[in-house]
């Protein structure tokens, strides 16, 4: 009985099942934004980023500096790095970036793709952002021209060795031995990345700020404290209100569905109960309906999302970020039960208008 | 019948939902990479950038006043005792004489005249000295173009401003007595001339070995501490501070052959053993962390990460001796997330 009315409705129960699915799509895209900025923060902070502090200075230093800084309170270990801004070009297209050149085999600031896969910074050549290949219209092999953009100004050749589907900017890496000798100078460095004992972070963060070569002092706690900060603020606006159409979508459709149904067949469910059947009886059969097209719809809403959602980062995607869609079995079970939570709300709605049925006024009616 | 039925749907009804209440509310797993503490050598360095030296270098100056006719050595050449030659000096031209000087040398003629009296008297005995003093000037010249050579082949290196000046005045220069003219040394006995920070001096002992590097070699150079400077200086720091530095003076322990490129004034790189375990229980530098006071690391108990209070000696950026808390082979998290916590689930990424 309880299918039979959902097989002679078809479109009807197609469309019930459709609305809630969206709902939950709705939903899980909402609540995915926190997996895509865990994933984020657990690559960038966990993985690809692993210095405690970073220090950028106000010029090239001789790499004297490495030492001088190694001596530093509380400095574990030091990871130099040379930045020099460049534009790169290809054909008519170029980029303003700047070439970072690392140590080769990073232990602190590591190159890491999308995937979580470590690049190792080329000894020889460029390697360079995906999206900065498709920008340049490069593949690996290829030259750019490079023209430095400080210094004495020299214009480079050098080839693409390889891409990096990386999540953050425009970035080109080369070992810095290799771009010194590239720019036909000494090593030099431009900052340095430092692991920390956390007992002298604070006295380090304060002491750097006053040396007169160092520009800039970036704790990287406090970066991730700042993110998450961000985050949270612009993070929860969106979840609340993704939950609250949702929700509003969700009820909407079950009380709607079931509140039909209950006036369709007020005279069938009354007869029942006459005949006998527990109200708890009665209301299962009313009830049923809404849980199975719930249940029907969860899987579809999952598809949905995750295909809603990604196409939807396709189009966030920019130079600046690209995310991956990320969603966890944990979000999906939070989806699941935000919807059954919401049908549950809907089916006590109509239940309690069922036990209100006048059932000898629902029985003497004509049709 | 109805009632067993009805069962069973209210227990998949349940389990289904427990099920996905179970799945919203699973611990997360971190994921983190390993590796194991080890036994092996360890050994702490005083890293320093440093700058070759010859040994012995000369400095052949002017021993009197004149000119010095073209200095035709160039940097690198050979010279050789008793065969080079040098420079050739010849007495500076005099000055033109105008009237007032003329008259004062007039003046000064009459005077000598005067005094030429006297002066005779004391002829004999000035004869007497001159014929000394010009002895002596023949042996002390003999023993400057020896004296100062006193290697068999020495190469040699020209005055910056001796090459420079030669192309203005091609037919000499005038010099002062004791003006620099050439510099010698033997390349063949170079050192290494390294400051370090005064606090690292105080580790360092004569007769450490060093390991000298980025030196445009293929392979590092092996050195050994040959003098700590008692008395240290102040030099900018490249951080824009003042700091107290001292000359550590190391010698080459290869044989020339090894460096033979390497000249005089050259920049290498030096690493200090100052000290040097050959068994020493040890874990990556990066898996340490604070808690208070304490050092820890997280132990990987399978899917667990257990925190382990350990006690930590020597100390190099990749690797810290550890004196006790820990066990050679245990599974150490390296670069702990924030994330991970004591007991919490961790996986560990296959490297």
């Given at each position: 009985?309880?299918?039979?009315?959902?097989?002679?409705?078809?479109?009807?129960?197609?469309?019930?099942?459709?609305?809630?699915?969206?709902?939950?799509?709705?939903?899980?895209?909402?609540?995915?934004?926190?997996?895509?900025?865990?994933?984020?923060?657990?690559?960038?902070?966990?993985?690809?980023?692993?210095?405690?502090?970073?220090?950028?200075?106000?010029?090239?230093?001789?790499?004297?500096?490495?030492?001088?800084?190694?001596?530093?309170?509380?400095?574990?270990?030091?990871?130099?790095?040379?930045?020099?801004?460049?534009?790169?070009?290809?054909?008519?297209?170029?980029?303003?970036?700047?070439?970072?050149?690392?140590?080769?085999?990073?232990?602190?600031?590591?190159?890491?793709?999308?995937?979580?896969?470590?690049?190792?910074?080329?000894?020889?050549?460029?390697?360079?952002?995906?999206?900065?290949?498709?920008?340049?219209?490069?593949?690996?092999?290829?030259?750019?021209?490079?023209?430095?953009?400080?210094?004495?100004?020299?214009?480079?050749?050098?080839?693409?060795?390889?891409?990096?589907?990386?999540?953050?900017?425009?970035?080109?890496?080369?070992?810095?031995?290799?771009?010194?000798?590239?720019?036909?100078?000494?090593?030099?460095?431009?900052?340095?990345?430092?692991?920390?004992?956390?007992?002298?972070?604070?006295?380090?963060?304060?002491?750097?700020?006053?040396?007169?070569?160092?520009?800039?002092?970036?704790?990287?706690?406090?970066?991730?404290?700042?993110?998450?900060?961000?985050?949270?603020?612009?993070?929860?606006?969106?979840?609340?209100?993704?939950?609250?159409?949702?929700?509003?979508?969700?009820?909407?459709?079950?009380?709607?569905?079931?509140?039909?149904?209950?006036?369709?067949?007020?005279?069938?469910?009354?007869?029942?109960?006459?005949?006998?059947?527990?109200?708890?009886?009665?209301?299962?059969?009313?009830?049923?309906?809404?849980?199975?097209?719930?249940?029907?719809?969860?899987?579809?809403?999952?598809?949905?999302?995750?295909?809603?959602?990604?196409?939807?980062?396709?189009?966030?995607?920019?130079?600046?970020?690209?995310?991956?869609?990320?969603?966890?079995?944990?979000?999906?079970?939070?989806?699941?039960?935000?919807?059954?939570?919401?049908?549950?709300?809907?089916?006590?709605?109509?239940?309690?208008?069922?036990?209100?049925?006048?059932?000898?006024?629902?029985?003497?009616?004509?049709? | 019948?109805?009632?067993?039925?009805?069962?069973?749907?209210?227990?998949?009804?349940?389990?289904?939902?427990?099920?996905?209440?179970?799945?919203?509310?699973?611990?997360?797993?971190?994921?983190?990479?390993?590796?194991?503490?080890?036994?092996?050598?360890?050994?702490?360095?005083?890293?320093?950038?440093?700058?070759?030296?010859?040994?012995?270098?000369?400095?052949?100056?002017?021993?009197?006043?004149?000119?010095?006719?073209?200095?035709?050595?160039?940097?690198?050449?050979?010279?050789?005792?008793?065969?080079?030659?040098?420079?050739?000096?010849?007495?500076?031209?005099?000055?033109?004489?105008?009237?007032?000087?003329?008259?004062?040398?007039?003046?000064?003629?009459?005077?000598?005249?005067?005094?030429?009296?006297?002066?005779?008297?004391?002829?004999?005995?000035?004869?007497?000295?001159?014929?000394?003093?010009?002895a002596e000037l023949e042996r002390a010249q003999t023993l400057w173009t020896a004296g100062a050579l006193t290697r068999q082949a020495y190469e040699m290196r020209g005055k910056e401003h001796a090459a420079a000046e030669e192309r203005v005045r091609a037919a000499g220069f005038g010099v002062a007595p004791g003006e620099p003219l050439v510099e010698l040394g033997d390349p063949s006995y170079l050192e290494v001339k390294a400051d370090v920070l005064s606090t690292d001096a105080v580790g360092i002992r004569p007769g450490m070995s060093v390991s000298i590097e980025q030196w445009g070699g293929a392979t590092p150079l092996r050195g050994r501490v040959e003098r700590v400077d008692p008395s240290g200086f102040t030099k900018m720091s490249p951080l824009g501070v003042e700091e107290q530095r001292v000359s550590v003076t190391i010698d080459f322990k290869n044989d020339r052959e090894a460096w033979t490129l390497l000249g005089d004034r050259f920049r290498v790189e030096v690493r200090i053993a100052v000290w040097e375990g050959r068994d020493v229980l040890q874990v990556p530098t990066a898996a340490l962390f604070r808690s208070g006071d304490q050092r820890s690391v997280y132990?990987?108990?399978?899917?667990?990460?257990?925190?382990?209070?350990?006690?930590?000696?020597?100390?190099?950026?990749?690797?810290?001796?550890?004196?006790?808390?820990?066990?050679?082979?245990?599974?150490?998290?390296?670069?702990?997330?924030?994330?991970?916590?004591?007991?919490?689930?961790?996986?560990?990424?296959?490297?």
């Amino acid at each position: 009985m309880l299918l039979r009315q959902m097989v002679r409705r078809p479109a009807r129960t197609a469309l019930s099942v459709l609305g809630l699915s969206a709902a939950g799509a709705v939903l899980l895209i909402g609540f995915s934004f926190i997996d895509i900025m865990e994933v984020l923060i657990t690559q960038q902070f966990d993985r690809a980023w692993r210095q405690d502090m970073t220090l950028s200075f106000t010029e090239p230093l001789t790499s004297d500096v490495i030492s001088a800084v190694a001596h530093l309170p509380g400095v574990l270990r030091v990871e130099p790095q040379r930045a020099v801004a460049v534009r790169l070009r290809a054909g008519p297209r170029h980029r303003t970036v700047a070439i970072v050149g690392l140590v080769p085999q990073p232990e602190l600031q590591r190159v890491l793709d999308r995937a979580g896969q470590v690049h190792q910074p080329p000894g020889e050549g460029l390697l360079i952002s995906q999206a900065l290949a498709q920008l340049l219209e490069v593949v690996p092999g290829q030259q750019v021209d490079a023209d430095v953009l400080e210094g004495d100004r020299r214009a480079l050749a050098l080839p693409v060795v390889g891409v990096v589907d990386d999540a953050l900017g425009l970035q080109a890496y080369m070992t810095a031995t290799a771009l010194s000798r590239a720019l036909r100078e000494q090593p030099r460095v431009t900052g340095v990345a430092l692991q920390v004992d956390a007992q002298a972070l604070p006295a380090l963060y304060a002491r750097n700020r006053t040396l007169p070569a160092v520009a800039g002092v970036a704790s990287t706690s406090a970066m991730l404290r700042n993110f998450r900060a961000l985050m949270a603020q612009n993070l929860n606006v969106v979840i609340t209100l993704n939950v609250v159409f949702s929700a509003i979508i969700a009820i909407g459709i079950a009380y709607n569905s079931s509140r039909v149904a209950l006036s369709e067949r007020s005279r069938d469910l009354a007869s029942l109960r006459v005949l006998g059947f527990t109200r708890a009886e009665v209301s299962l059969l009313l009830v049923g309906e809404l849980l199975l097209v719930t249940a029907a719809s969860l899987p579809i809403g999952m598809v949905l999302g995750q295909a809603l959602g990604s196409g939807l980062m396709q189009l966030f995607n920019n130079e600046l970020y690209r995310l991956s869609y990320e969603v966890s079995w944990r979000t999906v079970a939070w989806m699941a039960l935000t919807n059954l939570a919401a049908m549950l709300l809907s089916a006590a709605l109509v239940v309690r208008q069922l036990h209100r049925v006048d059932l000898v006024g629902v029985l003497k009616e004509r049709e | 019948m109805v009632t067993k039925r009805r069962v069973l749907w209210g227990a998949a009804a349940a389990l289904a939902v427990g099920g996905v209440v179970a799945v919203a509310l699973w611990p997360s797993t971190v994921t983190v990479d390993a590796a194991p503490a080890t036994r092996g050598p360890l050994q702490v360095t005083i890293d320093a950038s440093g700058e070759t030296r010859i040994h012995d270098r000369f400095t052949v100056s002017a021993p009197v006043m004149g000119r010095v006719g073209r200095i035709t050595l160039e940097p690198g050449d050979v010279v050789e005792r008793g065969v080079t030659l040098i420079a050739e000096m010849t007495p500076e031209d005099p000055p033109l004489l105008e009237s007032r000087t003329t008259q004062e040398a007039e003046a000064a003629v009459s005077v000598a005249r005067g005094l030429l009296g006297r002066a005779d008297a004391e002829d004999a005995a000035a004869r007497t000295a001159l014929r000394q003093a010009s002895a002596e000037l023949e042996r002390a010249q003999t023993l400057w173009t020896a004296g100062a050579l006193t290697r068999q082949a020495y190469e040699m290196r020209g005055k910056e401003h001796a090459a420079a000046e030669e192309r203005v005045r091609a037919a000499g220069f005038g010099v002062a007595p004791g003006e620099p003219l050439v510099e010698l040394g033997d390349p063949s006995y170079l050192e290494v001339k390294a400051d370090v920070l005064s606090t690292d001096a105080v580790g360092i002992r004569p007769g450490m070995s060093v390991s000298i590097e980025q030196w445009g070699g293929a392979t590092p150079l092996r050195g050994r501490v040959e003098r700590v400077d008692p008395s240290g200086f102040t030099k900018m720091s490249p951080l824009g501070v003042e700091e107290q530095r001292v000359s550590v003076t190391i010698d080459f322990k290869n044989d020339r052959e090894a460096w033979t490129l390497l000249g005089d004034r050259f920049r290498v790189e030096v690493r200090i053993a100052v000290w040097e375990g050959r068994d020493v229980l040890q874990v990556p530098t990066a898996a340490l962390f604070r808690s208070g006071d304490q050092r820890s690391v997280y132990v990987v108990d399978d899917d667990r990460a257990r925190r382990r209070v350990i006690g930590v000696g020597r100390q190099t950026p990749s690797a810290s001796e550890v004196t006790s808390g820990l066990d050679a082979g245990a599974l150490v998290v390296v670069h702990p997330p924030e994330t991970v916590t004591d007991g919490g689930r961790i996986a560990v990424e296959a490297r």
